[in-house]
């Protein structure tokens, strides 16, 4: 089965501290990508970092990386130098090859601290 | 307007009533969805179109009706919802359906539901 899980509920940071929101996935398809969405109180979902299965190089987007472990199937993403404005909710989803379904894990709330 | 609109952002609306979501992209962009947020769950995907086309009908509920009149607009027209249906519901577009090749999704601000 295809599965996402974000085993932090919540999490706290300092301003300009850099911090991990994991992310574990399961699945059989050897072609896969792994994408991570920012969240705000407003509602929008905000596309931040993609990963394929494929790339071998982890993927960064200006103070976004996502570590990418394929052997542990985790695809943890790294904010660094956190601002008050990355206060949100943060999800990881999954896309298979040949589908078109996301499969999101259930968030991480994360607050950053002055 | 840029990237995803939807409208209303806020509905309340009894078991009785017929109200509609709207929503637009202005990416030309292929593929729509509509989403189900509910709190503490994970999203649920409810509908896919491809070139105004249904792809998916993930076993939602006939009191959810969705309509693609063309690539840029999608609705979902709702009727004698349920108070468990409250939620926030998120449009979003891709470039095309086939996601693992790296076209995100990109969502609207979604419309926060409440049925009394």
């Known amino acids: 089965a295809q599965k996402i899980t974000q085993t932090q509920p919540g999490m706290f940071v300092q301003e300009k501290e850099a911090v991990t929101l994991d992310c574990t996935y399961d699945?059989?398809?050897?072609?896969?990508?792994l994408f991570w969405y920012k969240q705000p109180s407003s509602g929008e979902m905000i596309f931040l970092i993609y990963q394929g299965s494929y790339d071998q190089q982890n993927a960064t987007e200006g103070r976004y990386s996502l570590n990418f472990q394929k052997a542990r199937k985790s695809a943890n993403l790294v904010i660094s130098a956190s601002q008050l404005g990355d206060s949100a909710m943060y999800f990881c989803?999954?896309?298979?090859?040949?589908?078109?379904?996301?499969?999101f894990g259930t968030g991480t709330r994360l607050k950053v601290l002055a | 307007e840029t990237g995803v609109t939807q409208t209303p952002r806020h509905l309340v609306m009894g078991m009785t009533n017929k109200k509609s979501l709207k929503c637009e992209q202005h990416l030309g962009h292929n593929a729509m969805y509509w989403y189900k947020q509910s709190a503490k769950k994970p999203l649920e995907l409810m509908f896919v179109y491809s070139l105004e086309e249904r792809v998916e009908n993930n076993s939602v509920p006939s009191r959810f009706s969705p309509e693609c009149p063309n690539s840029s607009h999608l609705f979902l027209h709702l009727h004698t919802l349920q108070p468990e249906d409250s939620a926030l519901y998120l449009c979003?577009?891709?470039?095309?359906?086939?996601?693992?090749?790296?076209?995100?999704?990109?969502f609207g601000p979604g419309t926060r539901l409440t049925v009394t």
């Open positions: 979003a577009s891709s470039q095309e359906i086939e996601l693992a090749d790296s076209y995100e999704q990109y």
């Open positions: 989803a999954m896309s298979t090859s040949g589908t078109y379904k996301y499969i």
């Open positions: 699945t059989s398809d050897p072609s896969y990508g």
